[in-house]
């Protein structure tokens, strides 16, 4: 069974241009998660999706980030502008449903320059 | 909302050592608890869960965790430790699968 995809794997951008990450969850997982995690830091959840509707954006700065999940199975992280500060790896999970294992992607190194 | 506190970042041990690592979460209601582990330039992967039933859980290469509601505690252990196992170790508390928090992670250092 093929993994949680992501790319790209590392994007090096200037303050203030714009970057999107995207994720490829694993066939037949209705949930998708978003995580941003810092070095030296755990993983912090961005965005929920249960299929193609959010769960949880509480975390999410929306002044800056955007997701969606268009037909309930890819989906595509944004910053528009990007800040130093969002230099972190992004990970990308899913999970057939309820009390199930999250399935993590590589994640991808973003650095903010 | 719930949190955990890991509370070392750093074990060194040396291999076939017993090791611990330490985890304490804080939560008004009922949650699952969970440990992954990261290696180098991985994803994360669970190694078990707490959902609920025996306190005892055992998850994959031969790691387990005692869940205690009276101290709060989930913590990882493994009585022989491999150079294999070093890595980052991250415990996390959620309701089902929403809601999740990590904590900071624990370097697992295992040296021959």
């Known amino acids: 069974e093929a993994g949680v995809a992501q790319s790209p794997r590392y994007k090096i951008i200037e303050k203030r241009q714009s970057v999107a990450f995207w994720c490829n969850p694993i066939s037949g997982h209705a949930t998708l998660y978003w995580y941003q995690q810092i070095l030296g830091q755990g993983p912090k959840l961005l965005i929920q999706?249960?299929?193609?509707?959010?769960?949880?954006d509480s975390q999410l700065p929306k002044d800056r980030f955007s997701a969606e999940r268009l037909k309930g199975v890819d989906s595509t992280l944004k910053i528009q502008p990007a800040k130093l500060e969002d230099s972190a790896v992004y990970l990308c999970?899913?999970?057939?449903?309820?009390?199930?294992?999250?399935?993590f992607g590589p994640g991808t190194r973003l650095t903010v320059l | 909302a719930q949190s955990v506190t890991q509370l070392d970042s750093q074990v060194p041990v040396f291999e076939e050592a017993p090791v611990e690592l330490r985890c304490n979460y804080s939560s008004s209601v009922s949650v699952y608890l969970f440990w992954y582990v990261q290696y180098p330039n991985q994803g994360l992967q669970l190694l078990l869960k707490?959902?609920?039933?025996?306190?005892l859980v055992k998850g994959i290469n031969g790691f387990e965790a005692e869940f205690n509601k009276s101290q709060t505690s989930f913590h990882l252990r493994k009585p022989s430790v491999h150079i294999s196992d070093t890595a980052e170790y991250f415990c996390a508390v959620g309701k089902n699968n929403n809601d999740m928090r990590f904590g900071a992670g624990t370097r697992l250092t295992v040296k021959p």
């Open positions: 999970a899913s999970s057939p449903g309820v009390n199930n294992e999250q399935f």
């Open positions: 707490y959902l609920s039933g025996s306190t």
């Open positions: 999706f249960q299929n193609n509707g959010v769960v949880d």
